[in-house]
């Protein structure tokens, strides 16, 4: 009997002690913090799991695109009953990237890809800049009306373009020449509109002061606006930077002469010569995207403040 | 007399900044459009002398042509990848934001495949997709050794029925961990933590946190990613077709620009493709306006 009254009293205290909360049912912010300690431990271990699942799966085809190339071309083909040798070469076969170096000139579309990429970034962030604040901070007849032709074309699809530029090209004897990879890519809307928008975030004073200075308004630019707007001059750099290292569809229009390929378009050329050869396409294939790797864990934090940036405005 | 002298002086310079980006839009960027306007009235195969109009022609043979229509159900499936990849690119971004040790390593490596996206990588996810030797099937045959049956991996980029599923599921691979992610996460640290105590002093649970406050918080990152990646959607497809599958098999991963450019720069049917590519345009403009709409006045770029 006694032991009946112990337990019903025990369950007694225990719900006092330990009340089931319903739903709907508040609770101080000291408890709600505690639970959300509690909560955090088990949500951090669960986010590893996932993260590191996830992170594998991304860098899986990198790290096999990598062990392809050093394989013997055989290897390729070869089915083993061990699976890590489908990661781990038997033999590591270095003399890949030496073959793939030479049976195309890999080393001239690296120049023309560098040369290239560096004319286009160069010459899209200066004359956007330049652009940009004109229609930023300079009153001028008709505008208005000129930054609605800009915003109104960036809407418009490449593909729409393409072919008219094409056929400019064409007329004007550019084909096939590296004027005709560079030029069309450098005046975009886009990098104008960008920096525009950000330089009308300045504050004006400095500009004022340097103008009863009797600075012109070459020095306003150089020496003020510029300084300022690093970050966004860096965030165009960057973004052009990449496009234009990794554009394959114009070129490949436009250019017909192997020895002045880039090298998304020279690797494109290398698989229609050797397309059975992936010992070779792989170790080409490193060889393009270590550059812009390297590039890339460098300018990381840049590379993701920029992207915040244009999708905080937006 | 002297402020109008410095109003000259100001439009002088301001055309001097203007001139070179100036130029160059007219001559590739505004002229062009109107030229391709007016290409798609005519009949031109780039080699004879000169454009023959053809008036509206080419868009009714458009609107005929049963290639187009199929070209343009293949761009639109392939974007089932867009809500699969945005998705996966939300968890992510919600496991980031748990405040963890290494997430610069993280982030690294879920941004390897934006970075390097482009010729390299396609040539790699061909290898990776073939049939015989490729990584993927041979993983399927292994795991199919495990569990002691023998099983053959689908044909993938040489089989009508799974070369989509394969683009797609390269196209998941290649962005669930870029630009959205980023954007993502930025949203959700954008989130205010009070709406978050709030919420749990009335009790609620993680899941009721995550559809009360959390997904209405970052709807307007989630619709800005969905219509910036359903126009690029629309315009996307050409390396991956050119380099992996060259359209085919039977023409089931031919995409509207790849159409377009076979049309342009391989038959030399010029007043053809700039129908398509207007169109096209269309299309992009309709959704444009669409996000107009949504964000009212608030302008984007990306």
Redesign the interface.
């Given at each position: 009997m006694q032991s009946v009254a112990e337990t019903v009293m025990k369950q007694q205290e225990e719900q006092t002690l330990k009340p089931v909360?319903?739903?709907?049912?508040?609770?101080?912010?000291e408890q709600?913090r505690r639970?959300?300690r509690r909560?955090?431990f088990f949500?951090?271990s669960?986010?590893?799991l996932?993260?590191l699942v996830?992170?594998v799966?991304?860098?899986?085809?990198?790290l096999?695109?990598v062990s392809?190339s050093l394989k013997e071309p055989g290897a390729?083909?070869?089915?083993s009953k061990d699976?890590w040798r489908?990661w781990i070469p038997t033999t590591f076969v270095w003399q890949n990237y030496v073959k793939a170096w030479k049976v195309v000139p890999f080393g001239l579309f690296y120049l023309n890809s560098i040369f290239v990429t560096v004319c286009i970034t160069f010459g899209q962030v200066?004359?956007?800049a330049?652009?940009a604040?004109?229609?930023a901070r300079?009153?001028?007849?008709g505008?208005d009306k000129?930054f609605f032709?800009?915003l109104a074309?960036m809407?418009?699809?490449?593909?729409?373009?393409?072919?008219?530029?094409?056929?400019?090209l064409e007329k004007f004897g550019w084909i096939d020449t590296y004027k005709a990879m560079i030029?069309?890519a450098?005046?975009?809307?886009?990098g104008?509109?960008?920096l525009r928008?950000f330089f009308l975030t300045l504050p004006k004073d400095l500009e004022d002061a340097a103008k009863i200075d009797g600075c012109?308004?070459?020095g306003i630019?150089w020496r003020i606006i510029l300084p300022l707007s690093k970050p966004a001059l860096a965030t165009l750099t960057t973004f052009t930077f990449?496009g234009s290292?990794?554009s394959?569809?114009w070129p490949?229009?436009v250019m017909n002469t192997h020895e002045k390929f880039t090298?998304?378009?020279g690797?494109?050329y290398f698989?229609s010569l050797h397309g059975t050869d992936?010992t070779l396409?792989?170790a080409?294939?490193?060889m393009?995207?270590l550059p812009?790797?390297i590039v890339?864990?460098f300018c990381?934090r840049f590379?993701?403040e920029g992207?915040?940036l244009?999708?905080?405005?937006? | 007399m002297n402020h109008s002298k410095n109003q000259t002086k100001e439009a002088i310079a301001a055309y001097g900044f203007l001139l070179p980006n100036l130029t160059g839009f007219l001559v590739f960027t505004s002229i062009p459009v109107l030229a391709s306007l007016v290409l798609s009235f005519t009949k031109w195969d780039a080699l004879s002398s000169a454009p023959q109009f053809v008036g509206l022609d080419n868009f009714i043979v458009l609107f005929k042509d049963p290639f187009f229509w199929k070209y343009c159900w293949n761009t639109v499936y392939l974007m089932i990848s867009i809500p699969i990849g945005m998705a996966g690119s939300l968890i992510l971004a919600l496991a980031m934001n748990q405040k963890l040790k290494g997430i610069v390593f993280f982030r690294t490596i879920y941004f390897l495949p934006t970075i390097c996206s482009g010729v390299a990588i396609y040539m790699l996810w061909k290898l990776i997709y073939n049939p015989d030797f490729g990584l993927l099937n041979s993983m399927i045959a292994k795991f199919g050794e495990i569990i002691g049956l023998t099983i053959r991996g689908p044909y993938w980029l040489h089989d009508e029925a799974w070369s989509k599923p394969a683009l797609i599921i390269m196209g998941v691979w290649q962005t669930v961990g870029g630009y959205n992610m980023i954007l993502y996460l930025a949203a959700l640290q954008g989130v205010p933590r009070d709406l978050y105590d709030a919420a749990e002093v009335d009790g609620a649970n993680a899941w009721q946190k995550f559809w009360a406050v959390t997904w209405p918080q970052i709807s307007p990152t989630t619709f800005f990613i969905a219509i910036m990646s359903i126009i690029g959607g629309f315009q996307a497809g050409f390396d991956p077709a050119y380099i992996m599958t060259g359209g085919g098999p039977n023409g089931s991963t031919t995409t509207i620009i790849y159409y377009l450019f076979n049309n342009a720069f391989k038959w030399h049917h010029m007043g053809y493709a700039a129908a398509i590519a207007w169109v096209l345009f269309v299309i992009v403009f309709i959704f444009t306006l669409a996000q107009w709409r949504i964000f009212g006045k608030q302008v984007h770029y990306y």
């Open positions: 909360k319903p739903k709907g049912t508040r609770l101080s912010l709600v639970r959300q909560q955090a949500n951090s669960g986010a590893y996932l993260l996830g992170a799966t991304m860098i899986g085809p990198f096999w695109m392809t390729v083909f070869s089915y699976w489908e200066a004359t956007s330049m652009a604040y004109a229609f300079l009153k001028f007849p505008r000129i032709g800009y074309t809407m418009v699809p490449a593909a729409v373009t393409m072919i008219p530029v094409f056929i400019l030029l069309p450098v005046f975009t809307a886009y104008t509109f960008m928008q012109s308004y070459l630019f990449m290292w990794m394959f569809m490949l229009i090298l998304p378009i690797l494109a698989q992936w396409l792989m080409g294939s490193v393009m995207i812009i790797l890339f864990i990381q590379f993701v992207i915040k244009s999708g905080i405005k937006g | -």
